[in-house]
């Protein structure tokens, strides 16, 4: 009866030892969610500075639309003035 107690006692985990297992992963918790935390502030940077980059592609964009434009437009003249006779 004894071996059986003494068997059984010694499986059993203290609040001592669970506390301090508890705490032990409660610390690497807080530290993942403070790299968490972190990458969600860059991801959030990198993120608006991605869509401004974007917005000023698309206005590199227009803007050549409106040079291609005027130099079609300045090819058209020229062709123009070229089939012209001179004289």
Do not use: H
């Not at 803007?63 to 005027?70: A, K, L, P, S, Y």
């Amino acid at each position: 009866m004894l071996l059986i107690g003494s068997t059984a006692l010694g499986g059993c985990a203290t609040k001592g030892y669970v506390n301090d297992q508890i705490a032990t992963v409660n610390s690497r918790i807080d530290g993942m969610d403070g790299r968490l935390r972190t990458v969600e502030g860059t991801s959030g940077q990198v993120l608006s500075q991605a869509q401004a980059a974007a917005g000023q592609a698309q206005q590199n964009g227009q803007r050549i639309d409106q040079i291609n434009t005027r130099v079609d437009g300045l090819e058209q003249q020229m062709q123009q003035r070229q089939r012209k006779p001179r004289g």
